[in-house]
């Protein structure tokens, strides 16, 4: 293709790139517009819903188990929350099962909840002291607290991974396992993240992310990692898959 020619082209796709980006803000923002519309008529239906399950609890001398405590989250914050129910057990041992046990340095679950995986982790050999326990939500990290008392518990936001880890580990973690919703997360954010948490872990760990999604929570076109997908949990409520990401260079 001659020289000027090539610069016309050049000029076309670069102004076809452009409206597309003008595009993809214009869908961003409405649909942050929808998620704000949506806040606000879920923060008037949440509170009417957790105030009849405290009256309930004050009347009944009885605290309420983890599904309850899930779903009032949920209510509060549904798009922080990964699951409206704690992760299933089979889901739960899948996670755990790319976690080696007998590997060197902490292992981090991000999201912990309740801790069904945290459940998963220990029981496929993972000393309770070797874990990192990255919680946001308060009342999750009570429950936390009183069941692996010996594991390191930090409340703060995961997205902030670097921030809250990079002075608290002493060696490179040898897993990080996440119970996150990324999948509601800007795509740079969840790109962010996971190369947050490549630098904290050994070559070739590995990062566990599960998700309700078809399509994978970080998209392997990006390059700098491998990632492969366990088969569809049906058993899990709703279906689930397993992600493993592990840093292929130096990026």
């Known amino acids: 293709m001659p020289l000027p020619a090539l610069q016309k082209f050049e000029k ?25 519309l949506f806040e606000q008529r879920r923060n008037g239906i949440g509170r ?13 001398g009885i605290r309420l188990d983890d599904e309850v405590r899930f779903i ?3 209510i509060e ?8 129910t704690p992760s299933g057990k089979v889901l739960a041992r899948t996670m755990a099962r790319y976690v080696d046990p007998d590997s060197t340095g902490p ?19 993972v000393e309770p002291s070797r874990l990192v326990l990255v919680e946001f939500d308060p009342t999750f990290c009570r429950i936390l607290r009183s069941r692996y008392p010996d594991a390191t518990l930090v ?3 995961a997205y902030s991974l670097r921030r809250l880890l990079e002075t608290l580990l002493i060696q490179p973690a040898a897993a990080v396992v996440s119970g996150l919703p990324l999948i509601t997360k800007p795509l740079k954010m969840r790109l962010r993240l996971l190369r947050d948490a490549f630098d904290l872990m050994l070559p070739g760990a590995p990062f566990v992310q599960f ?3 078809v399509a994978a929570p970080v998209p392997k076109r990006l390059g700098g990692f491998t990632a492969e997908a366990s088969e ?3 058993l899990n409520i709703p279906p689930a898959r397993v992600w493993v990401y592990r840093k292929t260079d130096g990026r």
């Open 12 to 36: 076309q796709i670069g102004r076809q790139l452009r409206l597309l980006e003008v595009r993809k803000t214009i869908i961003e923002r409405k649909i942050e517009r929808q998620i704000r």
């Open 48 to 60: 009417k819903i957790e105030l009849q399950i405290k009256q309930f609890e004050r009347k009944k």
């Open 72 to 74: 009032r989250s949920w």
């Open 77 to 84: 914050r549904p798009l922080s929350i990964g699951a409206v």
């Open 107 to 125: 292992v981090v679950e991000l999201g912990p909840g309740t801790g069904p995986i945290t459940e998963a982790l220990v029981a496929a050999g």
């Open 155 to 157: 409340q703060g936001d």
């Open 211 to 213: 998700t309700y999604s």
């Open 232 to 234: 569809r949990i049906w």
